[in-house]
T-cell receptor, first 114, second 120 residues
């Protein structure tokens, strides 16, 4: 597809379970970002990839959160031992390295932990 | 301290009129970029406009313009001739540490947003 694709669009999970959220960026975009957006708030930065490596993971809230991008395209955000406070919309964005930085966002995954 | 401050939680505007959404920012970097995004109820973040800290002219994109006042650290979004479809959340964002040519590797820092409602 032409845009950033995120799957699933909705995920309901029980407290304590493990979840994976997938992001397929725009083809050729080397930079990939994960954000979390709680109700009524702006997106909050989690992690940024440049190619396969995490260039900045300072936004990950704790060690239950982990993300990978093994081949430099698709990325997976992994959350272990989910808590109710993890409920939010998880947004993925991608951009070209060396541009002014316009980031293109996906539709997001709405995660609900019950 | 907040890096991006949007002081208007909600705004109303009459259709066809202009509206200004406020944004102030805080950075010690000399090189940075400022962005505005629109988020309709569908949830997708839509890029509207970009202003680099070295740009001398205010950015414009169709009905959108960015009123950049560097000394005051403000980057207000002006929407002219409002349309019903403009009703959405609007977020101001900043990326610090731009390269001089506009290239960047940093993450975007977002404000809390302003909900704009356009009245018919």
């Amino acid at each position: 597809g032409a845009g950033v694709s995120q799957t699933p669009s909705n995920k309901v999970t029980e407290k304590g379970k493990y979840v994976e959220l997938r992001c397929d960026p725009i083809s050729g975009h080397t930079a990939l970002y994960w954000y979390r957006q709680s109700l009524g708030q702006g997106p909050e930065f989690l992690i940024y990839f440049q190619g396969t490596g995490a260039a900045d993971d300072s936004g990950l809230p704790n060690d239950r959160f982990f993300a990978v991008r093994p081949e430099g395209s698709v990325s997976t955000l992994k959350i272990q031992r989910t808590e109710r406070g993890d409920s939010a919309v998880y947004l993925c964005a991608s951009s070209l390295l060396g541009t002014g930085g316009e980031a293109f966002f996906g539709q997001g995954t709405r995660l609900t932990v019950v | 301290a907040q890096k991006i401050t949007q002081t208007q939680p909600g705004m109303f505007v009459q259709e066809k009129e202009a509206v200004t959404l406020d944004c102030t920012y805080d950075t010690s970097d000399q090189s940075y970029g400022l962005f505005w995004y629109k988020q309709p109820s569908s949830g997708e973040m839509i890029f509207l406009i970009y202003q680099g800290s070295y740009d001398e002219q205010n950015a414009t994109e169709g009905r959108y313009s960015l009123n950049f006042q560097k000394a005051r650290k403000s980057a207000n979004l002006v929407i002219s001739a409002s349309q019903l479809g403009d009703s959405a959340m609007y977020f101001c964002a900043m990326r610090e540490g731009l390269f001089f040519n506009g290239g960047s590797q940093g993450n975007l820092i977002f404000g809390k947003g302003t909900k704009l409602s356009v009245k018919p």
